[in-house]
């Protein structure tokens, strides 16, 4: 992804969760100089991967494969003696029409919230022993209503619904086009980009950045070359 891609989509999550009445902690508008003098006693922000993430899993087109994310709190799976929470909370803004490929995770259970706006459709199916598609049922919960639904199902949720998912279960999503942006919050237990999540077709987590224009906002992946505490 080119760097005035990150730059703008982050600009345009800020604006949008003005329209969806989502307050941003300071620390969502820390430019590139505060991230590279924060203090110590600020380490939780980058040890935890606080803040944003703007990805296009590699493939080059944000607006049809991609991802908004800011993490407003988290614990460590690594380190838990440091950060015991044992939950996390995040911002999953979806653009209308936008998709997120298929993955699941090796320990994380995570509530999926539809927080307002368009309408979110959601693909299930149950991980095998060697990490391909199952073909058996998936259970799900959505709203504290437990259901089974089969392989490859498709559940949409409104505005206001949500759904649990389990380790191991895979899913994709898509903002159904022309139904607007959505304002998907993740309830979960601890999170770890790096070690605990399995795309289906190997989809880096990570897009490899053209440096077309200087840093406004810092990616969690920006911490290591900037963030010296």
Known sequence: MKRSEINRHIQYIMDKAKDFNIPLPPFAFYK???????????????????????????????????????????????????YPKPYCEKLLFVSDGQMLPYHFHFSKM??????GGGILELTLYNADEKEAFADTNVTITLD??????????????????????????????????????????????????????RFYDNTPWVPAVEEDEPVRYPVFDDYKKYVHL
Not at 59 to 81: D, V
Not at 110 to 115: L, S
Not at 185 to 195: G, I, L, R, Y
Request: aromatic letters at 8%; charged letters at 25%; hydrophobic letters at 30%.
């Open 32 to 82: 590139l100089n505060d991230w590279k003098n924060l203090g110590k006693e600020e380490c939780e922000l980058v040890d935890t991967m606080l803040g944003w993430g703007i990805t296009d899993f590699g493939k080059g087109n944000y607006n049809k494969c991609g991802l908004g994310i800011f993490t407003f709190r988290n614990g460590s799976q690594s380190a838990p003696q440091n």
């Open 110 to 115: 995570e509530d999926i919230i539809n927080r």
């Open 144 to 197: 504290g209503k437990k259901l089974t639904v089969s392989a490859g199902s498709k559940v949409q949720l409104k505005p206001g619904q949500s759904i649990t998912l389990l380790p191991r279960q895979y899913h994709s999503w898509q903002g159904i086009p022309e139904t607007g942006d959505i304002a998907v919050f993740e309830v979960s237990k601890t999170n770890d980009d790096n070690m605990d999540n």
